[in-house]
């Protein structure tokens, strides 16, 4: 119901007033601006949060860890290097066109990071989104240099801040491909679960590790691509939205993918309205808001996670001496 009120504020909302009389009757101008931008871009909006919030998810499982996402696993990075490459060798390429170069380098550097990943042998939850984080840096090294030496710079400027204010009819319908991908990790999230147990375990169950691992993987960096190359690089979507979400219902990817599209799908739409409305009628990229939001999300779930188990020995704590070997054991179990 919330995205659903917040679908219908957003195509009213913009720097040219547009609303619910002038629409019924006719008025050519209200009409041509809902037709040509409001719906574009509301369906847009609508698919990169659906999309990037899947794509964490499927990251997050198959890597078994919650700080990993298409941002802190060099996917934005790498589909950034496609489409600088696809500017610098095929200058007339079309939306499609780089959007083929972005998948291949997308699904080239997640396959690279989780290859990685694969080789530490002490893996820390915190050492992982670090490997993804060092390898982004380097990919971004190796395209803002080549950015530099061809002069390519302010060509390649627009994918690298997340902005729906260029969605209009005609250059957005790519974003769509998200819809049959997010379909497949449906059909494909009882793999991703079991795989997300580990390799012995999917071995044990007949379940090809390698085969889903890679599938989820291309799944969810051609999610990203394409979002990146409409869009811009929008970060913390992936990271943000499934981990509140499991905060609620669970790490199983089959009971929480609905609830995380459609809450990815909500927060980027509140986000979009906010940089529309905030400096009106000016607009703040979308990698602001988001950024600044899902910031805030984050630390307000940190604090949460830590206050938790010290409130929890608080309770325990004022049973008094009576029930220290309960207190005792809840604390055991706790830390279990």
């Known amino acids: 119901m919330a995205l659903l009120v917040a679908s219908i504020a957003s195509l009213f909302v913009g720097v040219l007033d547009v609303n619910l009389a002038g629409l019924l009757s006719g008025d050519f101008q209200q009409l041509e601006i809902f037709v040509i931008s409001r719906l574009p ?66 699904i080239l550097g997640t396959w690279i990071f989780v290859y990685f990943i694969q080789r ?37 400027s627009t994918w690298l801040v997340g902005h729906f204010s260029m969605v209009i009819k005609g250059r957005y319908e790519l974003v769509y491909l998200v819809v049959p991908l ?3 990790a449906f059909i494909f999230a009882g793999y991703f679960n079991i795989v997300g147990m580990g390799q012995d375990f999917s071995r044990n169950l007949g379940v090809n590790y390698n085969l889903v691992l890679f599938l989820g993987l291309s799944i969810a960096a051609m999610i990203t691509a394409s979002v990146v190359v409409i869009v811009g690089s929008i970060s913390y979507i992936g990271l943000i939205v499934p981990n509140v979400v499991a905060m609620f219902k669970g790490d199983n990817i089959k009971g929480t993918l609905v609830d995380t599209a459609l809450f990815g799908a909500l927060f980027v739409l509140v986000c979009d309205i906010i940089s529309r409305m905030v400096i009106a009628p000016y607009e703040l990229p979308i990698e602001l808001v988001v950024g600044i939001v899902g910031s805030i999300i984050f630390v307000g779930m940190l604090f949460r996670r830590l206050n938790g188990p010290r409130s929890k020995r608080a309770r325990l704590s004022a049973g008094g001496t009576g029930c220290s070997a309960s207190a005792d054991s809840a604390l055991k179990e706790e830390a279990v």
Do not use: H
């Not at 998810?57 to 990993?68: A, D, G």
């Open 182 to 184: 997010v379909i497949l």
């Open 120 to 156: 530490i042998q002490f893996k820390d939850v915190v050492m992982v989104p670090l490997v993804g984080i060092m390898f982004g840096n380097i990919i971004g090294g190796i395209t803002s240099y080549l950015a530099f030496k061809y002069e390519m710079n302010q060509a390649l």
């Open 41 to 106: 871009r509301l369906l847009a909006i609508l698919c990169t949060g659906v999309g990037m919030s899947v794509a964490g998810l499927i990251m997050q499982q198959l890597c078994r860890n919650k700080f990993v996402s298409p941002s802190t696993g060099a996917t934005i990075s790498s589909a950034q290097l496609g489409i600088l490459l696809a500017l610098l060798f095929w200058p007339t390429s079309s939306l499609w066109g780089r959007a083929l170069f972005a998948f291949a380098t997308a």
